[in-house]
């Protein structure tokens, strides 16, 4: 997502131009609420110690889900808006996000391991 090369072939592309709105297939769960996002819950929900916090998790959530919706229902009309470069723009940024909270999620998850093993080694 952060590089600027085309993942589709012409001839794809042409065939995708010809098919029917195919914008909800079975891929389309997987992608919006699958193991991705089950794991930033579960990472999330680690943290919570206090009602506060599950309170904070439920509502981003709620808030992320209503988002989705929108983006979803507006989708069309914002990648026309946008044309290819902005849509190009956007989908680099939005790489760049997903692989700082994938680092974030590596990098404190090796902290924790360590953390756990350096105790039991030195004893």
Known sequence: MITARQRLTSQEHKEAIDKEDVSFTPMAVPMVSGPGAIGVVIGFSTRASQWVDYLGCLIGIALLGILLYLCLALGEPLIEKLGSTGMG???????????????????????????????????
Do not use: C, M, W, Y
């Open 89 to 123: 723009a956007l989908n680099r940024i939005l790489g760049f996000l997903i692989l700082a909270s994938a680092v974030q999620l590596i990098a404190e998850g090796t902290v924790d391991i360590f953390k756990a093993t350096v105790p039991n080694l030195l004893r």
